[in-house]
């Protein structure tokens, strides 16, 4: 794979050329740093830039483009003339040029993988770079780290957004307000690929995409966007809002992202051997390598075989309402010129995303499309799998249910990422400079460290958590307790995750809020999509409690929950709640990041939980999914998960030694860190890929394109 097309820092464009002649001279290395987003995981790299000025780092969301941009010359030319802070420098500068050039996990190994491209519709990566707007877009973030730490040959595309995830913040009624920032070149980690450029026929409207490369490590994330002067007005709005927009503003934005986004590898010089769909929404991409395949003579057949061979797919959901159906008549608008190109029939396409369970008039659905052309397809967790293997069962209608062809990879999360500086210290003391990727005999010494130690790291955590949300907070005055049993509930308010379900019983809730004797906290926090009324109004009713006297101040909302306030809450906290409706919940990954926090999960036995709880390392609340009255149901998981907190958390928590430390409760976040940490790793994640996903693929794709010649 090539990788010279960028310019260097040298020779930019004009946004970072700026930025190069605000440093002065000795602080210039600061400028690579910050384009490398592995600075997102490297605190020392991250120290560099607080250094500067603590408080617009934090103004800033984190963001060190837009620090540099707006540092005082005075401020830069006082650590130019410190011998202490360019030593800082020149360390991160080295540990940089080391991490980039020497082998890492995958160089250790012989397979027959050559290189994967995954395409995915969102990349959480940093607040910095708010190109995602949940779970799927920070698995994916995740995924790229993961694979950069390894050592993976792996490229990554997707699109980027004139607005990204939007910001979150309450009217005076609790009601969620959205606001966006619109993309700005120049506080930004991403350049411009300069005289890169694809073109993509819309419907007999050509379209032209710029391509942006981010640096996430190793791995190179690349952007499309077609928001500048080449194009019409129309064109131009493709890629304004992330999942903005009605089906045909959506179908426009997959084309882009998988036709454009083949096209730009191909041009950047990136051979790519595997093609891995991060969900349906990047289907289209296999369409166009069934185009290309067909142009350099294979038949439509043969094309497909070939594409099989080598594509993997991920579904995301266990829901229908999360996979794209797009109607017949808006396919037929888009790939009716594809269509002729390949010599084909409409029909034959329209076929590749029937859904054989609704009929031959249904819409084009594009999990079906990716499991027809995808050699090797996998859910997020064991359970989804099997989930999975039921939702797309017509596709194989002489199969039994269990040899559907859906396998499984569960979820794992970067650990770098996730772990509080407090906890990264023990962990790096006790198992070495890459306990990020200690094997479980290692990861059990943990076991040998005083409870005192963790239990004082994750008292920094929580403190640190409880200033922040008294401070953050716009609507009510919290009365959070550094001291308390803290309760951490962060993910998308959406109906299916219940994040009501503890507001369902009251008068139990406010009795714990309100124990003098054994203070409890619950601190929630989410986003409703801007077009779920439902969920609003769930955020709504967590806000009108929240102002209710016998509260006592201590549950919370917190606002704009990004990946800057998740990786607080998961620190601070001490439980992590999770109550979805089993088996909706396709993995799940916060809990996974609270793991690395020494939090306890108690959640519903549903995703990564519902395979890796072993009654010992954290809780699970019983689902009663065979209840067939939902109410009813919610009334007995609400019933289960108070009882578990009045009768086992809570107690636990305040079963004191002389010292006043919980020893019984210590024991649970050892085995829980012990038992969970090398399971919910990202590494573990990306060898599973390698080994259900890419090596097979690789291997098939030898034997396939030898035969197709
Ligand atoms: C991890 C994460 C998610 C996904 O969490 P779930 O448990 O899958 O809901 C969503 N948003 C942010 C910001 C995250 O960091």
Known sequence: MSSNNVQGPDSESDATLKLQDRLPEPLKPLLPIALNLRWCWDEDSQDLFRQISP?????????????????????????????????????????????????????????????????????????????????????????????????????????????????????????????????????????????????????????????????????????????????????????????????????????????????????????????????????????????????????????????????????????????????????????SGWVKECGIELSDLLALGNDPSTGADAPFNMAMMCLRLAGRSVGVSKLHGHVSREIFHSLWPDRQQEDVPIGSVTNGVHARTWASPSFERIFERELGPNWDDASQDRWDQLRNVPDKELWEAKGIARDSLVKWANGHSILSAPNLDPAALTIGFGRRFAGYKRPTLLLSQRDRLQALLSDPRRPVQILLAGKAHPADDAGKRMIQEVVRFWREPKTNGRLAYISNYDIGVAQRLYQGADVWLNNPLRPLEACGTSGEKAVYNGALNLSIPDGWWDEMYDGENGWAIPSTEETENPEYRNQREADALFDLLENEVIPLFYDRNADGIPTAWMAKVKHSICSLAPQVSGYRMLRDYLKEMYEPLSQSAAATLTTAG
């Open 55 to 335: 408080l617009e780092w934090k103004a800033s969301d984190r963001n060190p483009m837009a620090l540099l941009s707006h540092a005082s010359p005075a401020r830069l030319l006082e650590l130019a003339a410190s011998p202490d802070y360019l030593e800082s420098v020149a360390k991160v500068q080295s540990s940089l040029e080391q991490y980039l050039s020497s082998p890492a996990w995958f160089q250790s190994q012989t397979n027959s993988l050559r290189s994967v491209a995954y395409f995915s519709p969102e990349f959480g990566v940093c607040e910095a770079l708010p190109q995602y707007s949940g779970g799927l877009g920070v698995l994916a973030g995740d995924h790229l780290k993961a694979a950069s730490d390894l050592g993976f040959p792996l490229v990554a595309i997707g699109l980027l957004y004139g607005y990204g995830f939007f910001r979150q913040s309450l009217d005076a009624n609790g009601w969620q307000q959205e606001s966006s920032l619109k993309f700005d070149a120049a506080t930004t980690p991403v350049r411009l690929v300069e005289g890169a450029e694809v073109e993509i026929d819309l419907a007999g409207d050509p379209v032209v995409a710029r391509i942006w490369r981010a640096d996430v490590g190793r791995v190179r994330l690349y952007l499309l966007d077609t928001d500048f002067d080449r194009n019409s007005p129309e064109g131009r709005a493709i890629t304004d809002h992330l999942y903005g927009g009605d089906k045909e503003h959506r179908v426009r934005q997959e084309i882009v992202l998988g036709v454009g986004g083949m096209r730009a590898l191909q041009q950047l010089g990136e051979s790519c051997e595997i093609f891995h769909m991060n969900e349906g929404h990047a289907g289209f991409l296999a369409l166009e390598r069934i185009r290309q395949f067909i142009a350099g003579g294979l038949s439509f057949d043969e094309a497909r075989q070939a594409v099989k061979a080598t594509s993997g797919f991920t579904t995301h959901t266990s829901v229908s309402a999360g996979i794209d159906l797009f109607p017949r008549d808006l396919m037929e608008k888009y790939f």
